[in-house]
């Protein structure tokens, strides 16, 4: 059965005109029709369809479930990528895989300076239903990498994906099990010396993804599996 997102079905029993254009136009859906949704906040419902309007379909809840949430979190902060498709393609990817929040950083070497918002939490909607993951993504608006340094000054488990000097450990050497982690994904052209120098006296700690050069999306992918294969036990 396809899921369908609302944010608030208790307190609203009307799709959104999107959704309910989907449902009704799409796939012919009829009064008295069961259909399934999620509201990004751990909890699924099971409703009936009350009137299939194609811009504001109702429903009424049969069923509500709530989903156990994970014992860990995964915070990817990247700087994002000159083309746009690339960086949709890492949030819909990475959502896919269960990824809690993403940080948009503009570090000193960022080609992109502005990016919208919108697209991209289609994108973590659309991963989320596909996915049956049942929380939605928090996406954060872009800010400058000092600023989004010294917000997480005190918090544990963060790293940031530079190699330096070639020794660093690896990520998945590195993650604690049941815990959260944030890892920080560079520019192509990297962190300049002085945005390292800052990161590492905020204790971020420098790891290595692997023996080859990684574009910044596939980073940014690479490291949201490690961190769930280390707590998937695998």
Known sequence: MNFYYHPNPEENNTLSQEESAHLVKVFRAKSGDEIAIMDGLGKSYLAKIMDPNPRKCTFEIIETKTADPKNYGVHIAIAPTKNIDRL????????????????????????RKK???????????SAMKQSKNFWKCKINEL??????????????NKFVAYVETGSEDLLQKKIKPNSN??????????????EVDHLKSSNFELVSLGDHVLRTETAGIAAVHTVNLVNQGL
């Open 88 to 111: 949709e393609w890492f949030v819909e990817k990475s959502c896919e895989m269960g990824v809690n929040e993403i940080s948009l950083i503009q570090t000193q070497r960022s080609e």
């Open 115 to 125: 990016v919208k918002l919108d697209r991209l939490e289609k994108k973590a909607i």
């Open 143 to 156: 800010i400058k990498v000092d600023q989004f340094i010294e917000s997480h000054k005190n918090i544990e």
């Open 181 to 194: 982690a944030l890892i920080l994904i560079g520019p192509e052209g990297d962190f300049t010396p002085a």
